[in-house]
């Protein structure tokens, strides 16, 4: 018998193929995977919006070819110790409403497969927390219309509003009803509420949050003395101590051919009902004399017309104007001020730059027309006043002179911020003056946005064809988010913005049927400066957009 010899020369290529092969080959991702987690949904992606939440999720590994179903659930807790409700779905997403989720409240989702008739469910699949804001028919509060007991609020006048509900930061909830005729009126003065408390004010539709405001009534004011309509508000102002607070009951006050003189104290005139359609003064000029003289006006008709003002506001020294003055703040909110011939404010009597000090000058919620007529001055007349700031928000302005601002002497300071916000102006600008502000080479830090300034320049005027001028060494300006319109130098020629120091973004150029007459500014329902704003909402002042 023959034997057969064995070459490991002849089979060492056939291993070593062998080995090969199986280092090639790879491993199985799946392996020791069970099948629940085979199974498992993909990654849950969530969009919202007000009223909705869409969830989706990738498709489990291994699930082609089959028609799985899924469970999905939510939850307030990360837990899921308590589900609030559970949707089934044969799709890979869902899309719940507040029908179901309670708007402003942070909801978490799980979902899995469903069991088939081969296989178990699948292990769940969690989501991040998510929230859906609700719906917002509350439009914005005005500010003048919150009192210490009182508010209105305003929203889109919508079918089924049944109940707003004000939920003091402590204590039980104020449940007020609303009538179909409230629903659709979009209106509601709140009545019986607690000076100086914040509440949370939601609007319902049925169970359905349809806005939410926070408001907080104002605080009491404590009046160092209240009047009567008739009573001598002049020998009031002149009796009262430094920062006395004087009430005007509803009335009218006169002081005929007298000014009220602030001499050297800061004085505060409110109306006690918050409304200057029902509390009028009739002024020829409020003259503050002095260090520490200032004015605050809230929620008054101020009329320089029966006693021929001159002047509205008008620092001087104590005999003198060319006394040093260091003087308190002028403030005015919600007033309705009309009829002074010369300036709204002349602070320009000092004997040299800085000479007169002022701090803050704030002019907020109100409206002041038929100012500064005879065009010797500007509306704000301060060149030689040192200030820190001007403040105009919210504000009206028609025909009121030949420019808005003056502060062209070079005061060696910070340079003042000047703001002018959210304001509506008609129907100024004469004498060739720069219309919105003269600095020259006074260093300012200037920005008017948000506001619609129409029929520039009054009839027969002209003006500068720059709106302002300002080259100071560390000058800014903005001008952003405004609508111009019958915007020119008075010869066809549209104004201009300075070259230098200027910036701008938003500007909008649509005409509106407003003329130098109008003095009724309300915006047109569909118009798009309804939302031109750097917010998105209305651009002017907000009282004439609702």
Known sequence: MKTTKFSLKAVLPIMVMLFTI???????????????????????????????????????????????????EFSQDTTFATTEFAVKTDTMGVTVTDEKLTVRKKYYA????????????SQWQRSNGFTVTGEQLFLPVRELEIM??????????????????????????????????????????????????????????????????????LAVTVYSVILNSGADLVAAINSAANNSIIGLNPGTYSAGSAVFTLLQKSVTLKSTSGNPLNTKVNFREFTLRGTGAGISLDG??????ASGSLYFINPTGVAADAEKA????????????????????RANRGAAASDYKMDQIVVKNTIVYDMASTLGYTFFHLDKLQFNSLTVTKSTFYNIGRAFLTCSTVIASTPP??????????????????????????????????????????????????????????????????????????????????????????NLAIVLDWTATTNVFTLPVNSPLRTASSASAPIGDPRWTY
Not at 300 to 305: F, K, N, P, V
Not at 330 to 343: E, F, L, Y
């Open 22 to 72: 199986l280092a090639c080959q790879k491993e199985d991702p799946n392996e020791g995977l069970a099948a629940p987690r085979l199974f498992k949904p993909g990654a849950i992606s969530i969009k919202t919006d007000q009223t909705s939440a869409k969830l989706t999720w990738a498709a489990p590994i291994l699930s082609s070819n089959l028609k799985l179903s899924y469970l999905t």
């Open 110 to 121: 799980r979902v899995k497969a469903l069991a088939t008739a081969d296989q178990p469910e």
């Open 148 to 217: 210490e007991t009182q508010i209105t609020v305003r929203w889109k006048p919508t079918v089924g509003l049944d109940k707003i509900t004000l939920t003091p930061t402590t204590g039980a909830p104020i449940v007020v009803s609303l009538s179909v005729a409230d629903a659709l009126a979009g209106v509601k003065v709140i009545t019986g509420l607690t000076p100086d408390v914040k509440y949370s004010t939601e609007l319902f539709l049925g169970a359905k949050s349809k806005g939410l405001l926070e408001i907080s009534t």
């Open 300 to 305: 008054i008709e101020l009329d320089g017309t």
């Open 326 to 345: 260091d003087f308190a703040n002028v403030k005015i909110n919600n007033c309705i001020i009309h009829g002074a011939t010369t300036s709204f404010m």
């Open 417 to 506: 911020t000047i703001t002018v916000d959210y304001c509506t102006l008609n129907n100024f600008g004469a004498s060739n003056n720069y219309i919105f502000m003269d600095a020259n080479a006074n260093p300012v830090k200037f920005a008017m946005t948000n506001s619609i300034i129409a029929n520039v320049p009054r009839p027969a005027g002209t003006v500068n064809g720059v709106v302002m001028r300002a080259n100071g060494a560390g000058t800014t300006m903005v001008f952003s988010y405004n609508n111009t319109f019958n915007f020119t130098n008075g010869t066809g020629t549209a104004l201009t913005l300075p070259t230098t120091n200027t910036s701008q973004a938003g």
